[in-house]
């Protein structure tokens, strides 16, 4: 196992090139499986869970290459309509291929991700918008079974009682586009992830009508093609880095990004008090010596990501002040809090809500990585305190962060891996 080190106090300066998007990815990859022929997909990010779908994509029966950040995947005529839970249980995100298996061979047998440490993660919408399309779904021996004679479209409502769901969405429009007629699916998620899925769909011969809106409508087809796709830049990337310019009170520019995806994080930003200016696809964040403290609600787009909440949390841990942050997609999402309490900060929580009360400076420490947006949160808090910090179970991090203490470093940062 590796740690992180961080030796804290450095300002960081400079350009840092942001990798595509890992949320983008994972389903884009699932999504090949539709496909006739081979696909080609470009931008891909060197992380983990890239690695564990092409594992499981493998698993599925289809040939997979991968060279210099492009990912190719040719299903062949044998697929395996398994997702064993030995693949799945290392990857929540593997429940986006019961959508396409369901889609492009009427039966899919995916182990149940379960929960996992940022909360319950519930599957009823998946369920809901599959059998709406006319599969028969049971769940035995930790499995959703589900299968199908033929998959009809239909209109559906896919709202949950924390909004929409972008996994959710995915499968249900993975597996409408081969459906027989037209699918509705109202309450869509409009991440930025979700309309690239969309789009590369399209670029397989799928009709799909409002990716990125809340309501999309797919007219199914009969075969898709196999197509070459460019993956969007990674929004939670950025924002993070993002995040790190304003709280070493440095000068950041983010590139490759598409700015408009980030909106919520930058107004906020603006609203502490950083000067954030952007271009076509460049972001540059500069950090003022005080900040003020804002009050930040996390909500589906384009709302304040979820994904985002922990390193925002500990820009405002020395943000003079008191900041509210609440959680509304995930409620439990703070395993952070006690980690960066161990670093000085304070931060109280009251239901769903972090109350935090900015200190001067924060202290290097021991900390431990929980999840992998928990696990950044804690890198930006090690940056700026006093002295070292020891990210424990680091393996989090690289489920998300590609080459992240290369980037960190060429800003300026010193921080480097060792062993446990
Ligand atoms: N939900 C339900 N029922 C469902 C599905 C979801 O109630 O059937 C609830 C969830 O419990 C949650 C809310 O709906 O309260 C939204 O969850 P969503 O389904 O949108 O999450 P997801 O699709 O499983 C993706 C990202 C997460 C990100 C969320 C929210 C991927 C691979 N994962 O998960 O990313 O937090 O959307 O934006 O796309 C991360 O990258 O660190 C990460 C956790």
């Not at 919408?125 to 479209?153: M, P, Q, S, W």
């Not at 993975?174 to 699916?185: D, F, P």
């Amino acid at each position: 196992m590796e740690k992180l080190v961080i030796q804290g106090g450095k300002r960081l300066s400079g350009e840092v090139e942001i990798s595509g998007a890992k949320n983008a990815t994972l389903p884009i990859l699932a999504a090949a499986l539709l496909a006739d022929g081979e696909s080609v997909i470009e931008n891909v990010p060197n992380l983990r869970d890239i690695s564990t779908m092409v594992r499981l994509l493998r698993s599925l029966g289809a040939r997979v290459t991968q060279s210099n950040g492009s990912i190719s995947v040719k299903p062949t005529n044998s697929l395996v309509p398994l997702a064993p839970y030995k693949l799945v249980s290392t990857m929540r995100a593997s429940i986006c291929v019961l959508g396409p298996l369901l889609g492009r061979l009427h039966e899919a047998e995916v182990s149940l991700p379960g929960g996992c440490v940022i909360g319950p993660r519930p599957i009823d919408l998946h369920i809901k918008g599959l059998e709406a399309l006319g599969a028969k779904i049971t769940i035995e021996h930790g499995y959703v079974k589900a299968k199908a004679k033929e998959l009809r479209g239909r209109e559906i409502y896919l709202g949950g009682s924390f909004g929409s769901s972008v996994l959710a969405t995915g499968n249900v429009m993975m597996a409408a586009v081969l459906a027989k007629g037209e699918t509705w699916i109202e309450n869509a998620a409009c991440e930025p992830e979700v309309e690239d899925l969309a789009n590369f769909l399209i670029c397989m011969g799928a009709k799909i009508e409002g990716g990125g809106t809340h309501l999309l409508r797919i007219q199914g087809v009969k075969k898709l093609r196999g197509a070459r796709h460019r993956v969007i830049p990674d929004r939670i990337e950025a924002g993070t880095f993002m995040v790190a310019g304003a709280m070493s009170r440095g000068d950041v520019m983010v590139k490759n990004v598409i700015p408009q995806h980030n909106n919520a994080l930058i107004d906020k930003l603006r609203a502490a008090g950083a000067d954030v200016t952007h271009t076509k696809n460049t972001v540059r964040v500069r950090g003022k010596k005080v900040l003020k403290p804002v009050d930040v609600t996390t909500l589906p787009y384009p709302g304040f990501p979820t994904d985002l909440q922990a390193q925002m949390m500990a820009l405002m841990t020395i943000t003079p002040g008191i900041s509210v942050i609440t959680e509304k997609i995930y409620p439990d999402r703070f395993m952070h809090v006690s980690e960066l309490n161990r670093m000085g900060s304070k931060v109280f929580m009251e239901g769903s809500s972090a109350i935090v009360t900015g200190v001067k400076r924060l202290s290097g420490a021991h900390v431990m990585a929980s999840d992998l947006r928990a696990s950044a949160a804690l890198l930006l808090a090690g940056l700026v305190a006093e002295g070292r910090t020891d990210v424990h179970r680091i393996y989090h991090l690289d489920r998300g962060y590609e080459k992240v203490e290369e980037k960190m470093k060429g800003l300026g940062a010193a921080v480097w891996r060792e062993k446990e």
